[in-house]
RNA sequence: GGGCUGUUGGCUCAGCUGGUUAGAGCGCUGCGUUCACAUCGCAGAGGUCGCUGGUUCGAAUCCAGCACAGCCCACCA
């Protein structure tokens, strides 16, 4: 396609408010970018052309967009891909949804619950009615991603239960099946009674609540010697007592050591159970003595398969107890816990009750206290999946940003468990896997044949599919090759995997990033990301937003009133990574003054190019250093070149909240504040004008080319106005596809004059004020001191601070002109002038006192640096002469 | 129980391969402003860089311990 065909919105080309108004323009811009092709990379390379390949990490598809995301999205990944497309690298950004299981199935279940005629639905029909509301979803949030105005390339959109990627999401399992990944077995599963599914150990988690301890007698079974201590054994769970199968105590244990072996008798059901040794008991909770209760308690389950003990299932699915209950069959849960208390206290096995506070694991989609459960269940085996996933992090070839989560991850992989990968819902993944109803037979087809209609090993036609879906995190896992069209070998697969960079937030790290790294290698062989960069919880008000506490703010919100630009560029401000953020109204006020300073700033330049002829100009040249440019001028030229080489520098260490502030500083500090000031003297020179106004031109181009990664809305619209006044040579119909900077050579000499001149304007104007000097009322200055460096500079002294400005020349050191401030003659007396004076040379004598101590201790000399004592030399000869200097004027004044 | 992170002006945070005067934004104080921008300009006040030791010529930065805050993992019933 040819991508300078379609013309820019001519919303955009006549924007001209006096104010910035982001809703001008924002929708018109992005939906010519998309139009244009400039998100969406061929699947073949130029000669030469390197990829940066990133791939959304997909939200929900059932929810809005929240600020984590906006932090993710429009704050780091599209600055990142917008940055190497500038680069020229081919930059594929990948967007797309998840169908997000669960959470999904339970939105549109309550949607549906407010419908009467959509009750007692059957599975078809349920599924009928998600794929309604998918459509009606997706198409909002891939509008709040143009919003935020990131670069996706909307042509390789996919959605992970599109057709292709179920498809694809089969092939995956047979293969794993096949492989021998995945097996099927009885263990103990967390389960949700409100969800009415398993859940994995990543989707536990724990609560504080404080609970009745029971501590409950066991009788011997047989007639024990006299002085023989009672089996007591705490717990907070007395209803599973039915369910206990032993009795566990330390082997290391002198109180119980003598006992192991022995029998005693489970309350309430009177069966006949021993004493067991094992590790896993704490001897110094409780009595020592550990109730064990293999079906409904995950270390009780460990404790169990290590002695073989029979497992009772005394709770069922729905949380009532079930016929192996004894006497508390048929209760609930709950109800049974208080009846089996009632009843051991009347049976006087009851020694006490006391309260502890301890753990209750939750299910974090719905907050509902688990309850174990051993059932028959599909698990991945994780352990040879996870050692290549470890050296890959460990030998480097993936980087995780910033460096300490990388100890997280190896802490967690180094122990990982196997993953229970089917869920009891109905919206998923359909697992392909059929079960003989006449031989038990798990039928797993081959991956290109259909799907079995008979059991290969008894022939029966009784076949049943497994009626489970497959855990969201089991399809999102595939999503770095499954999105380029693994399996087939595609040329998007060959081209655009592996990966650059993974960007989310370190919340997942378990769920998705490890996953996917571990999948990558299985499927591909290699890493799906060389990068993972992970960035931190957004909080307002020094919270962490949630629903419940009222303080989520929309970004959609956000950028309808201030804009995408603000939004972006408030959110990376001054932030870290890995780092939790504050985002507060102060941020996003000064990032919406910021976007309005720029614009300004474009305006001022407009303006000044409408002015004059413009031939042999281009936005983008450097102004040559010739007759035509001033000291300002090259000294903005050569600030600019810094701005270029900080800015890269910047972006390539992943620091892009110093990034976003260094070219604040430099726009708003240098450009709007010092050279423009300047320019406008320039202007009226007509030997200097011309000048001027290429100087104007090309850092503004630059301005807008090192700030279009974060804040892309404004300076595409001030690029496309300036280019359209003034061309490039590069010709490039847009910043999106325009040319990252190469930092050229400085004039570090000229800018420490500068500098130098910064000091004296301020000192300047401090002295205006203390004369009570009027705006606009001249005053005459006569500066001291070695001012040949800034000799040059006096008009712009002159024009910075409304002052006549007259040197009073006398040679000396260089450093002299810092202390200039003390031989300003000013015409009119200045009140307090002396008072400063004298506090200024307190703190010029403490100086001076550190540099001599500092020069004169011991080892100094020897140890440092040549660099560091030179430096301090320096210092020592200017604060010694500023000194001089100071008591000199105090003297003349007196 | 194990681990990780943080503690820097009133607030939110940068800086920490050890070396000028520790920075920014917001807030605060004073002055100013038709001429790109009041979504503005200028100036200023405000910090013993959590505490205690150590290494070093030199520590906000490196090391150890401690305190406080937050987070993650974990089979304390």
């Not at 906006?70 to 940055?83: C, I, Q, S, T």
């Not at 250093?625 to 050569?638: K, T």
Request: one cysteine or more.
């Amino acid at each position: 396609m040819d991508k300078a065909s379609i013309a820019p919105p001519d919303a955009v080309l006549t924007f001209s408010e006096k104010n910035f108004r982001p809703s001008v323009v924002e929708g018109e811009l992005y939906d010519w970018w998309e139009r244009s092709g400039f998100f969406a990379p061929p699947a073949t390379p130029a000669p030469g052309e390197k990829t940066f390949v990133m791939m959304l990490p997909l939200p929900n598809v059932t929810g809005d967009l929240h600020m984590g995301h906006a932090l993710g999205f429009g704050g780091y990944e599209d600055l990142m891909a917008r940055w190497h497309r500038m680069q020229g690298d081919a930059t594929l950004y990948l967007p797309g949804t998840d169908h997000a299981g669960i959470i999904a199935q339970i939105v549109v279940e309550k949607e549906l619950a407010k419908e009467t005629d959509k009750k007692g639905l059957t599975r078809e029909q349920f599924l009928g009615e998600m794929w309604k509301w998918m459509r009606h979803y997706q198409p909002r949030i891939y509008g709040q991603l143009r919003m935020l105005g990131c670069s996706l390339d909307w042509s390789r959109v996919h959605f992970t239960m599109d057709p292709d990627m179920q498809q694809r999401v089969r092939t995956h399992f047979i293969r794993l099946y096949k492989r021998g990944r995945l097996y099927r077995a009885d263990r103990i599963v967390h389960w949700c009674l409100t969800c009415q599914t398993t859940f994995s150990d990543l989707e536990l988690l724990h609560v504080e609540r404080t609970d009745q301890l029971s501590y409950v007698r066991y009788p011997w079974a047989d007639a024990m010697p006299d002085g023989t201590p009672d089996v007591i054994v705490a717990t907070t769970r007395p209803e599973t007592i039915v369910a206990d199968t032993a009795v566990a105590v330390h082997p290391e244990d002198a109180r119980w050591k003598p006992f192991i072996g022995r029998d005693v008798l489970v309350p309430l059901v009177e069966r006949r159970v021993k004493i067991i040794a094992d590790e896993a008991v704490d001897p110094a909770f409780g009595t020592g003595a550990l109730k064990v209760t293999p079906g409904h308690d995950q270390t009780d389950f460990e404790i169990g398969q290590r002695h073989s003990l029979p497992i009772i299932s005394a709770i069922d699915k729905s949380g009532t107890m079930t016929g192996q209950a004894g006497i508390l069959s048929g209760e609930l849960r709950d109800a049974a816990r208080a009846r089996a208390v009632e009843v051991l206290k009347q049976r006087g096995l009851l020694v006490r009750q006391e309260p502890i506070t301890h753990a209750v694991g939750i299910h974090d989609r719905c907050q509902t206290v688990e309850e174990p459960l051993v059932m028959r269940q599909w698990f991945m085996r994780m352990k040879e999946l996870a050692a290549p996933a470890i050296e890959a992090v460990r030998s480097g070839k993936i980087q995780i940003v910033p460096a300490y989560q990388e100890k997280i991850y190896f802490e967690w992989m180094e122990n990982i468990r196997d993953w229970a990968i089917a869920r009891q819902i109905w919206w998923g993944h359909s697992i392909p896997a059929w079960y003989c109803r006449d031989c038990s037979e798990i039928v797993v087809p081959d991956e290109d044949a259909p799907d079995p209609t008979a059991c290969p090993k008894c022939r029966s036609n009784d076949l049943a599919q497994d009626p489970d879906v497959l855990d969201t995190w089991f399809s999102s896992a595939l999503w770095p090759h499954t999105t380029l069209g693994w399996p087939e070998r595609t040329a998007d697969l060959a081209r655009f995997y592996p990966g650059t960079m993974l960007e989310t937030g370190y919340d997942i790290i378990f769920f998705w990033v490890a996953r996917m790294i571990m999948m990558g290698i299985e499927n591909m062989g290699d890493v799906p990301f060389r990068t993972v960069y992970l960035h931190g919880l957004v909080r307002i008000g020094g919270q962490k937003m949630s629903k419940s506490k009222g303080n989520v703010e929309s970004p959609v919100g956000v950028i309808q009133e201030l804009g995408a630009d603000t939004l972006r560029f408030a959110l990376v401000n001054g932030v870290s990574a890995g780092a939790d953020s504050e985002l507060s109204e102060g941020k996003l006020q000064n990032a919406r003054e910021f976007a309005n300073k720029l614009w300004n700033i474009g305006r001022f330049v407009l303006r000044t190019l409408e002015a004059r002829p413009q031939t042999g100009w281009a936005a983008d040249r450097r102004p040559v250093d010739d007759a035509a440019l001033g000291p300002a001028e090259r000294w903005i030229l050569s600030r600019t070149e810094a701005a270029i080489a900080e800015a890269t520098r910047l972006l390539e260490t992943y620091h892009f909240g110093e990034y976003v502030a260094a070219l604040q500083q430099f726009a708003w500090g240098e450009f709007a504040d010092v050279y423009l000031e300047l320019a406008k003297s320039s202007l009226r020179d007509e030997r200097r004008a011309d000048g001027a106004a290429r100087t104007l031109a090309y850092v503004l181009d630059r301005v807008l080319r090192l700030l279009h990664p974060s804040m892309p809305f404004i300076t595409d619209t001030l690029a496309l106005q300036l280019w359209r006044a003034l061309p490039t040579d590069e010709g490039a119909p847009s910043l999106v596809v325009a040319r990252w900077p190469l930092a050229g050579p400085r004039d570090l000499a000229l800018e420490e004059r500068f500098a130098v001149l910064v000091d004296v304007v301020r000192a300047i104007r401090n002295l205006r004020q203390a004369a009570g000097a009027r705006p606009g009322q001249r005053l005459a200055v006569t500066l001291g001191g070695e001012t040949g460096a800034i000799r040059e500079l006096a008009d712009a002294i002159a024009h910075l601070t409304q002052t006549t400005v007259t040197f009073g020349g006398g040679a000396g050191p260089a450093v002299v002109v810092r202390a200039v401030e003390v031989r300003l003659g000013i015409e009119q007396d200045a009140a307090g002038h002396r008072a400063r004076l004298e506090r200024d040379l307190a703190e010029a004598r403490d100086a001076l006192a550190r540099s001599r101590e500092l020069l004169a201790r011991p080892g100094f000399a020897e140890k440092a640096p040549a660099a560091v004592i030179a430096n301090e030399r320096a210092k020592l000869a200017e604060r010694e002469e500023r000194v001089r200097l100071l008591e000199a004027e105090i003297a003349r004044l007196a």
